[in-house]
């Protein structure tokens, strides 16, 4: 079992930065893949990003492209959501997912099935 526990998520200004936080305990996996999703009030979970094991990312095509960036340190077991140009927008819950499968994606749907969730950090920014 692999659990995570996301952090970093708070109140700030349009225009400003956050770095989340997503740790993972229990089993350790050579081949853990990881990503991040938002979630706004009154909307569906929506995909960010996505970090494989290899180190590959893939990032989502829409409104957060070039704003935001995923990366990982491997020795803390650990991945990060860089955010900066925060819009009013970016407000949601943020979620950190993993998969320890090792499997190739073929599309963005295998990320909204991924084995392992946290529980979610709130960002709010204002205007």
């Known amino acids: 079992q692999v659990q995570l526990v996301e952090s970093g998520g708070g109140l700030v200004q349009a225009g400003g930065s956050l770095r989340l936080s997503c740790a993972a305990s229990g089993r350790t996996f050579s081949r853990l893949d990881m990503a991040w999703f938002r979630q706004a009030p009154g909307k569906e979970r929506e995909f960010v990003a996505a970090?494989?094991?290899?180190?590959?990312?893939?990032n989502a095509d829409d409104s957060v492209k070039g704003r935001f960036t995923i990366s990982r340190d491997s020795a803390k077991n650990t991945v990060y959501l860089q955010m900066n140009s925060l819009k009013p927008e970016d407000t949601a819950v943020y979620y950190c997912?993993?998969?320890?499968?090792?499997?190739?994606?073929?599309?963005?749907?295998?990320?909204?099935?991924?084995?392992?969730w946290g529980k979610g950090t709130l960002v709010t920014v204002s205007s």
């Open positions: 970090i494989r094991w290899s180190g590959f990312i893939t």
């Open positions: 997912a993993a998969d320890t499968r090792g499997l190739v994606p073929k599309n963005l749907a295998f990320y909204y099935e991924m084995e392992y």
